[in-house]
C-alpha cells in the first residue's frame, strides 16, 4: 500500500513547519530554565516541581516572560535525525542530506563531557517525583535515543565515526551509570546520581546494548542486554502492564512508557535473536492496546483515564503498532487511524501538533521535543511501513 493522502500532507506541513522555527522551541520540562527558578524559594525542592507542573499545564505560554529560551533537548534532536534517515532511505535529496548533517552536528555538540563515553541529557535541570536532576546530567534515556538515531544513519550511510560513537555511549552506560541485581536481572540507574528502578530506562539500555553489540559481535554487550531483559520480564505485572518504576513513587502507569518497553522488547528479539520475551510481550500487547486506547484511535493517558489526551501519546501509538504489525493484521491500521485522529483532532493548521487536552481546555503550546519531533518520527516511520507493506 501507499501511504495515505492525509499521512503524507500532515507530514509535510509538520516538516515546514519544523524547518521553519530551525527545530527550535520550548519544552514541557524547561521550566528551571527561568531565572526565577535559581532564587530562593523558588529554588527549593517543591517550589521546582510545582512550578514546573503549574508551567507545563497553563494553557497560555508563560515562558518567554520568565525568561526560558527556545531550544531542542538531545532526545528531540535525535528524533528529528531518525525521522530524517527515514525520509532519505525512501526519496534521497540534497535537502535532506542538509538537514541530516545539521542535525547530527547539533546532536553531536550536545555531548556532556567528562564521562566515559558519549552520553546526553538536558542542558537544564529539572526535578521529578524523586529527584533532581542538575543541568547537564547525562540520562540513559536520552543516550539510548541518540545512539538509536546514529545507528540508523550508520545503516544508512555506513561511517566509522558514527559507530565509534555509538560503541562509546555503551562505555558510558556499562561504566558511569549504576548496575544493580535484581533477581535474575540487573537494573540500570536513570542518570549517574541516581539508583532508581524504571523500567523503561533498563529496557532502552538493553535495546541500545543489543542492536551495538550486534554490529560490533560484542557479546558481553549482549549478555548484560540479556540480563537487563530478565529484569522488563520480572517486573512486568499479571495483567501485562508495568509500572513506570519499582520504587513506591513512581508505581503509576502510563501510556507512551508502555509502548517505550514493548518497542524495546520488540527491537531486542530482533538483534539477538533471542525468544525468550515473546510472551511478555504478547501480554504487554495486549495491555496496551485494551487498556491504553480506544477503538477509535483515542490514546487513554492512563488505564483508568483518557485525559489528558497528549501529543506524545498520538506518536508512540503510531510507532508501537507500526512496529507490532507482524502480531496482528490489525495492527498497522491501527497505527493508521491513529495517526487520522491526531491529523483530525491536534494538528494546528500551521502543521504543527498541540501539547494536550484536558475535559476543560487545549493547550496548544507547540512544544519542539515532546510532540513535534515525536510526531515527526512517527509520521515518517508509518508511511515507511505503508510503503513496505505495497512491495
Given amino acids: 500500500m501507499q501511504p495515505g493522502a492525509d499521512i503524507l500532507k500532515a507530514e509535510e506541513s509538520l516538516r515546514a513547519y519544523c524547518e521553519s ?3 527550535q522551541g520550548w519544552d514541557p520540562w524547561d521550566a528551571l530554565g527561568s531565572p526565577l527558578f535559581g532564587i530562593f524559594p523558588f529554588n527549593l525542592r517543591i517550589p521546582r516541581w510545582a512550578g514546573n507542573h503549574l508551567i507545563k ?40 542530506t542538509e538537514i541530516i548533517d545539521k542535525l547530527l552536528q547539533r546532536l553531536t555538540a550536545k555531548i556532556i563531557p567528562g564521562y566515559s563515553g558519549p552520553c546526553w541529557g538536558t542542558n537544564l535541570a529539572y526535578q521529578t517525583r524523586a529527584f533532581f536532576v542538575p543541568p547537564n546530567t547525562p540520562s540513559l534515556v536520552h543516550t539510548a535515543f541518540a545512539v538509536d538515531a546514529i545507528l540508523d544513519l550508520h545503516e544508512v550511510k555506513p561511517n566509522q565515526s558514527l559507530l565509534d560513537l555509538a560503541a562509546g555511549s555503551c562505555k558510558f552506560a556499562l561504566t558511569d551509570l549504576k548496575i544493580s541485581q535484581a533477581g535474575e536481572g540487573i537494573y540500570f540507574s536513570y542518570t549517574p546520581n541516581d539508583d532508581s528502578r524504571v523500567v523503561n530506562v533498563t529496557a532502552l539500555a538493553a535495546r541500545m546494548l543489543a542492536r551495538t553489540g550486534k554490529i560490533l559481535g560484542d557479546r558481553s554487550m549482549m549478555e548484560v542486554a540479556r540480563q537487563a531483559i530478565r529484569f522488563v520480564q ?4 499479571d495483567d501485562g502492564s508495568w509500572f513506570y518504576g519499582e520504587d513506591p513513587i513512581h508505581h503509576w502507569i502510563d501510556n507512551y512508557h508502555t509502548g517505550f518497553v514493548l518497542d524495546a522488547l520488540v527491537d531486542y528479539q530482533s538483534y539477538s535473536d533471542e525468544t525468550f520475551a515473546e510472551q511478555t510481550i504478547k ?16 490514546p487513554k493517558f492512563s488505564p483508568n483515564s483518557v485525559y489528558p489526551i497528549d501529543g506524545h501519546c498520538i506518536a508512540q501509538g503510531i510507532l508501537t503498532f507500526t512496529r507490532l504489525q507482524d502480531y496482528h493484521p490489525d495492527f498497522l491500521p491501527f497505527a493508521q487511524k491513529i495517526a487520522e485522529w491526531g491529523i483530525r483532532n491536534f494538528q494546528d ?5 498541540y501539547f494536550q487536552k484536558r475535559k476543560e481546555w487545549t493547550n496548544k503550546i507547540p512544544h519542539i521535543r515532546w510532540v513535534q519531533a515525536w510526531m515527526f518520527l512517527a509520521l515518517n516511520r508509518l508511511a515507511a511501513a505503508e510503503r513496505n507493506a505495497g512491495e
Fill in 57 to 96: 499545564i497553563a494553557p497560555l505560554n508563560v515562558r518567554p516572560m520568565l525568561g526560558i529560551r527556545k531550544d531542542c533537548f538531545a532526545k528531540g534532536l535525535a528524533l528529528f535525525l531518525s525521522g530524517y534517515v527515514l525520509r532519505e532511505s525512501s526519496s534521497q535529496s540534497r535537502h535532506n
Fill in 349 to 353: 493548521p500551521k502543521g504543527y501538533f
Fill in 21 to 23: 522555527v530551525d527545530f
Fill in 283 to 298: 501480554r504487554g500487547i495486549e495491555f496496551y492496546r485494551r487498556e491504553l486506547f480506544l477503538d477509535d484511535g483515542t
Fill in 234 to 237: 520480572d517486573t512486568q505485572r
